[in-house]
């Protein structure tokens, strides 16, 4: 093995094939990890990486579930990740991942092969308009059609991939490209007519929105993914305390603001606190920090904060009023505009305000019924409690996602990585592999149901070849829960293809090779948390045979208003269907 | 309800607007902006697209309807393209717009000096006769072109291919058109 940064030959000196010149632009671009799955296209691509140490490449099992690596590599770190996968079905692949990234702004860079050139439009073998179909859902992609354009458009690709509003960028790479030969000389920096993004927020309008906060009497702060991938937790933190503001954050806010903080709410919307919502349809004023009036946070928009006078911070001037109108909007990156905010901010008179929202906790806090049988909201709360918010919950979509979201505080940012726009079931373990190579410090732990878990198992393969160390915990209640949640509430109980089986989990992960434990009762929960955790050098699986009828409350049907807000049922607390009361116990959680 | 929560459909009627996008001359750059409109379901009443005095700059312009808030979408969503120089909503500002129609009549001997009187008025030519047929070409507002094919109409129109509109800002802007 070679180190190519120390560069026996001056790169300038020799042409360098297309191959050698992406290997070596990677390098440039502080590239140390790479998740992807070889193929005819790429063959000569893999043979340039063979003999280089700067760069770990991780086989994945499915390209999915490299780009799903390289999103959760991303979400951890705060730097892009990246997947390198072959053409054709290998580049189709990628797409769920791709769109996954847009929805929710993740920072990637997804290196395709494609057939040579002349092959391009003959319907090759393995060929596929990859750009073609990604188009819409990336935020910009590329064919390379000269060697002599690679280097600068790998430098483009990742500049504007972590700039502005981050996403997605796909580069397209044809396999005679590859193979021709150029001088290397990587540009210093990126000089692009088309493309500036805003970076500061305008004078005038912060000015405008510290005058409306000076006067708020109720005001919230909705915080949402922006303000994580700004890095802005100290900023947020520090306008929150000094201007007495409480906040309540999206599903990808968690983890900016600290939920152990008496000012925290925890999450709002769909599945969110019921004070959190209830403050928003209170509040006389509404500051957006990164968020962008998703319906799963607003239902209905027209009632949502209907009273408030609202201020909005993003980035992407197209999120801002394209659900709700806002009065005052400010374009520029979360940092820097909290930044500039905080010193024009008074410590605000809310003492009133956050007594009501005090009570309104002790009221109505997030609540279960404890029985002899697991409850997933009990698992999840056991975890919080056992790393004391120091791991990285890494869910995946349905019940599970939403009482990962409820029942765990977090504290850091970049500890609660999910899918959230796009709802992508099978995210969870890839992305936590991903995220695995990032922390190395804490735990990291895949959450997933037993629908989502059997979408990308084949990455047990992965996780147990290159000995990485998350736990991967399957919630298995023998339901796709989230959709059963809904037929039984909207749809007359009528449960359409949502009952299935699984494998025995803790066969398949012996089969795989590595541990294997599960939970059938409640009193056997902290034991196999116990032994889990106690396991570093490798992955291990955990089933918990959870409660199958459960659901996932507070609720605002879809669509609905705060007025519609659905608290847990009292018959849902009175008794854990086909238990004696006397095992039970109501358990209670409120962020802040 | 404030009036700022108002839904979009509340803030006015739909309206015509004259676009006018500066894309870099790239891969893919027109497709990202077609398929944009089609993704987003916004209306294309024309597109027209040409090269510009840059080498790497093209020229689109965009007839599209929409109330406030939706052509406000659009002009962000055009911004948000990579590929996108400058985007210029034509529509509050003087402008100069061309149309051209290329209209194929049919004729018969009793009918021909007429048609040839109709494109007289409206300043068009005749580029193309045959026995059976006439082709006129128009050139001029969008509401001029339209004027003239309604008058051919009634002979029989048997081909019609038109360009959509190009526009340009006006270099006064006080001046009246």
């Known amino acids: 093995m070679t180190s190519q940064k120390d560069g026996n030959l001056n790169p300038h000196n020799r042409l360098m094939t297309g191959a050698e010149i992406f290997v070596r632009s990677l390098i440039e671009e502080g590239v140390d990890i790479v998740f992807g799955y070889p193929g005819g296209a790429v063959i000569g691509i893999y043979d340039a990486l063979h003999d280089i140490s700067d760069i770990k490449h991780i086989l994945t099992r499915h390209e999915q579930g490299a780009v799903h690596a390289a999103e959760g590599y991303s979400k951890a770190s705060g730097k892009p990740g990246v997947a390198l996968v072959t053409s054709g079905p290998g580049a189709t692949n990628t797409v769920t991942g791709i769109a996954d990234a847009y929805m929710d702004s993740i920072p990637i860079v997804v290196f395709t092969g494609q057939v040579a050139l002349k092959l391009i439009g003959n319907d090759a073998f393995q060929e596929a308009d990859i750009v073609g179909i990604t188009r819409p859902i990336t935020k910009h992609n590329y064919l390379v059609r000269d060697v002599n354009e690679l280097a600068p458009t790998i430098k483009e690709a990742f500049y504007v991939a972590t700039t502005g509003r981050p996403g997605p960028v796909l580069v397209d790479l044809p396999k005679d490209v590859m193979a021709s030969k150029a001088h290397f000389d990587y540009p210093k920096k990126v000089v692009m007519r088309s493309y500036n993004p805003h970076i500061q927020g305008h004078t005038k309008q912060i000015v405008k929105a510290a005058e409306l906060i000076n006067k708020a009497k109720r005001p919230v702060l909705y915080v949402g993914g922006g303000t994580i991938l700004s890095n802005a937790a100290e900023e947020l933190k520090a306008l929150a305390r000094k201007a007495r503001i409480p906040v309540t954050t999206t599903l990808h806010g968690l983890g900016s603001f600290p939920e152990n903080d008496e000012l925290a709410m925890g999450m709002l919307g769909m599945h969110g606190t019921w004070y959190s919502n209830t403050a928003v349809n209170y509040c006389d004023l509404l500051i957006a920090v990164g968020a962008r009036f998703d319906d799963r946070v607003t239902g209905n928009v027209d009632a949502f904060a209907a009273e408030a006078k609202k201020i909005h911070i993003d980035i992407d001037p197209s999120a801002i009023s394209k659900n709700v109108k806002v009065d005052v909007p400010i374009v520029g990156d979360v940092k820097h505009v909290l930044r500039d905010l905080l010193p024009l901010v008074q410590t605000l008179d809310t003492k009133d305000w956050l007594q009501t929202i005090k009570q309104w906790k002790e009221e109505h806090p997030l609540r279960y019924r404890n029985g002899k049988h697991i409850r997933m909201q009990y698992v999840i709360q056991r975890i919080g409690e056992i790393t004391n918010g120091n791991a990285v919950i890494v869910s995946d979509v349905g019940q599970h996602q939403m009482w990962a979201a409820q029942f765990f505080k977090y504290i850091h940012p970049r500890t609660h990585i999910t899918s959230g726009g796009l709802g992508t079931m099978g995210f969870s373990l890839p992305a936590a592999m991903g995220a695995s190579f990032a922390r190395k410090d804490i735990p990291v732990i895949s959450l997933s149901g037993d629908g989502g878990i059997q979408m990308n198992i084949q990455e047990f393969a992965t996780c147990v070849e290159y000995k990485i160390p998350i736990k991967i915990f399957i919630m298995n209640n023998g339901y796709l829960g989230m959709v059963r949640q809904w037929q039984e509430l909207f749809w007359r109980r009528r449960y359409s293809q949502v009952k299935m089986s699984s494998p025995d989990f803790v066969k398949l992960a012996e089969a795989y090779g590595c541990a294997g434990f599960r939970a059938v009762q409640k009193d056997e929960v902290n034991d196999v948390l116990a032994k889990a955790f106690a396991i570093n050098d490798g992955p291990v699986v955990v089933e918990f045979k959870v409660v199958k009828e459960d659901n996932v409350y507070p609720m605002i049907p879809a669509g609905m208003t705060w007025k519609e807000l659905m608290d847990v049922p009292d018959e849902e607390l009175k008794s854990v269907k086909g238990e004696t009361p006397e095992v039970e116990e109501i358990m209670t959680l409120a962020k802040g | ?109 009793d009918t021909r000096s007429e048609i040839m009187q109709i494109a007289e008025i409206f300043r068009a030519k005749i580029i193309d006769i045959s026995p059976r047929t006439v082709t006129v070409e128009a050139i001029g507002s969008e509401q001029k072109v339209d004027a003239i094919i309604k008058m051919l109409k009634p002979f029989g129109i048997k081909e019609l291919a038109r360009t959509g509109r190009v526009a340009l800002k006006r270099e006064f802007q006080g001046e009246v058109n």
């Open chain 2, 1 to 109: 309800m404030s009036e700022l929560t108002a839904t979009p459909a509340a803030h006015g009627h739909d309206r015509k607007h004259t676009i006018s996008i500066l894309v870099e001359n790239k891969f893919g750059a027109f497709n990202r902006i077609a398929g944009l409109f089609a993704a987003k379901g916004y209306n294309i009443d024309s597109l027209t697209v040409g090269p510009t005095e840059d080498d790497e700059i093209s020229r689109m312009t965009i007839v599209t309807r929409g109330d406030d808030s939706v052509i406000e979408q659009i002009m962000k969503q055009l911004n948000k393209v990579i590929n996108t120089v400058k985007v210029t909503d034509l529509t509050y500002e003087s402008f100069v717009e061309r149309d051209l129609a290329l209209i194929k009549v049919q004729t018969k001997t």
